[in-house]
């Protein structure tokens, strides 16, 4: 027993001599985790998609496009500030992160283009390129395709263009006629605005066999003057495209404030 005990305590010194915390090291060709380096991984753009957004207005219709990307970074070293959008020649700018499409997107107009229309650059090709920090770059293109300008969605009530409608129910009734076929894939929404700039209700996602939506909240009156509101409709097709046709108007009027109109309408008698 007097032998055995030393004997395990110099086993124990000479296995701790030989071990060193670099042979659990990844990087340590002698060690058993150790795992061979790999060559820096190009950054995959997945898919770039444009999308166009026009809306009729009573001077002419405005059209914005938008062009989306997806990035696969397998070696997590993408220099973010490099993913650059550009239509052949012309450089649109830097993407910035768009939480909603959980990607990158640049939004720009007409306006912002040297040619300030769209139309002039279809059958062009947008690329978007990215960088990361080894210098390594990659780019994806598509093809700038024509925006969508109509036929523009019809409204059918209230409508209002010449003047706003008079409605007296706290939850309006807005109609609509159909548009494109009902099989390809499209769908409507609807904002309602007070006062032309607060936003107060909206829906998306309405099938293209609707023709009205009834608003779900009440609107608010006024005993002192009708109260405005505007409301929009869009189309968005299959591809993403949208179409948002001229505004329709209308007023609440309260019942109080129609017996006052009427009682001023009757007083000269």
């Known amino acids: ?20 915390p670099e042979r659990d090291s990844t990087v340590d060709p002698n060690s058993p985790f150790y795992v061979l380096p790999h060559f820096n991984r190009r950054p995959a753009i997945d898919s770039v998609k444009m999308i166009t957004d026009c809306r009729e207005d009573l001077i002419g219709d ?26 052949d020649t012309v450089v649109l700018g ?7 499409i959980r990607g990158f ?25 990215v960088v990361d920090d080894s210098g390594a770059q990659t780019s994806r293109g598509i093809e700038f395709h024509q925006p969508v300008r109509s036929p523009w969605p ?26 494109g076929n009902l ?7 609807v904002l309602v605005q007070r006062d032309g700039q607060n936003d107060v209700w909206d829906t998306t996602g309405l099938a293209p066999a609707d023709t ?18 505007s409301w929009t409709l869009t189309v968005t097709n299959r591809r993403g495209d949208k179409l948002t046709c001229r505004p329709g108007h209308f007023q609440i009027w309260t019942d109080m404030f129609l017996r006052g109109k009427d009682r001023r309408i009757e007083s000269p008698k």
């Open 1 to 20: 027993m007097k032998l055995f005990l030393p004997v395990v305590l110099v086993f124990i010194v000479l296995a701790g001599c030989r071990w060193t």
């Open 62 to 87: 405005q059209c914005v496009f938008e062009v989306q990307c997806w990035v696969s970074d397998s070696d997590r070293n993408i220099i973010y500030d490099s993913l650059i959008a550009r239509v």
């Open 94 to 100: 830097r993407m910035a992160f768009d939480p909603d």
């Open 105 to 129: 997107s640049i939004r720009r107009g007409e306006r912002d283009m040297p040619a300030g229309d769209l139309d002039h650059y279809v059958g062009d090709s947008i690329w978007v390129t």
């Open 154 to 179: 019809l409204k059918n009530h209230p409508v209002g263009e010449t003047g706003p409608d008079i409605v007296t129910d706290y939850h309006p009734r807005l109609g609509w006629f159909y548009w």
């Open 183 to 189: 099989d390809d894939g499209h769908k409507f929404s």
């Open 212 to 229: 009205f939506i009834v608003i779900t909240d009440s609107l608010s009156d006024s005993n002192l003057r009708p109260v405005n509101y």
